[in-house]
């Protein structure tokens, strides 16, 4: 499972059991993260839950990630035995976008926040899979 951390809400995506490919499940509200993920857990298998890390140029921690500290201290909380797995989640909101144009989206389906949210979730899932493939 992976989560792309927002202030309003975070994009998730889970991969097939095989590890193959990833794919977008939801997005769902930051404040009700935790209760989200505990009950996804219960009733799928989830082996790790890899989390996006926002990072400048730099490779520095980002603005936001004062914000997403706490949000993933109460997600730990919820699942206290699940690896939580922070990954480098740089420019996935751009190539979020990108694919989205690439796929044909209309303008207004593009202006969806949450579903940009939940591809850079897939994109994230994707990179980490591909990461643990090398």
Do not use: W
């Amino acid at each position: 499972m992976a989560i792309d951390f927002g202030r309003k809400r975070c994009g998730i995506a889970v991969t097939d059991t095989l590890r193959i490919v990833a794919n977008g499940l939801t997005t769902v509200p930051t404040a009700s993260l935790p209760e989200f993920v505990a009950d996804y857990c219960r009733r799928e298998p989830v082996d790790a839950i890899i989390v996006g890390e926002p990072r400048d140029m730099h490779g520095n921690p980002s603005e936001s990630q004062r914000f997403i500290t706490p949000a993933l201290a109460r997600l730990k909380k919820a699942v206290p035995d699940m690896p939580v797995v922070p990954f480098d989640e740089r420019f996935t909101s751009v190539l979020a976008h990108r694919a989205m144009l690439d796929g044909g989206l209309p303008k207004m389906a593009r202006r969806d926040k949450a579903l940009v949210d939940e591809i850079s979730a897939t994109i994230l899932l994707n990179d980490y899979l591909q990461s643990q493939n090398i």
